[in-house]
């Protein structure tokens, strides 16, 4: 296993211990709990610079990677909801565009040849912005700020998913004219 994805994989380990930090009692748990998310996301950074920079992209690591952040983004926003600090119509959008992606990307994966499509600038982008959005709620920003962050992240979610659905499309018509020669 190399450097990133060894990163990938401590994404992963990085979502029970973000939640055990936010259910725990300790005082400052949210904002300690947004420190573990900021550091998956430090990580999610690093692996995808090393793996470009130093040629190390794998199949595992463009499969896994986004299954990470997938992992995270939906654990960090579940528990912000299950305290309120999130209105239930934000999990409830990027819930169902995530559970599409899923749907969407296994089946690529099983019936189009292991195709995956690789992340998107777009979906870099709303990733960024739940970041944002997140810590600005960890840090206890005006509600208005975090509701306008909030807001920005899940436009910017469903243009990005908008753009992997493009992106299918194209994947599944080469697919079929591959087929018809």
Known sequence: MNIPNTLTTIRFFLIPIFVLVFYSSIENNVLYASLVFALAGITDVLDGYIARAYNMVTKWGVAMD????????????ICFTSKSYLPI?????????????????????????KTVIPA???????TIAFYVAIL???????????FILILVAVVLTLTAFINYLLG????????KNIKSY
Request: aromatic residues 12%.
């Open 89 to 113: 119509w934000v999990i409830i959008v990027v819930g169902i565009k995530e559970l599409l992606m899923i749907i969407g990307a296994l089946f690529l994966y099983y019936n189009v040849d």
């Open 136 to 146: 600005s709620i960890a840090f206890n920003l005006p509600d208005t700020i975090n």
């Open 66 to 77: 986004p299954l990470a952040d997938k992992l995270m983004q939906l654990t960090v926003l």
């Open 120 to 126: 998107n600038k777009f979906g870099k982008v709303a």
């Open 168 to 175: 299918f499309k194209e994947v599944r018509k080469d697919n």
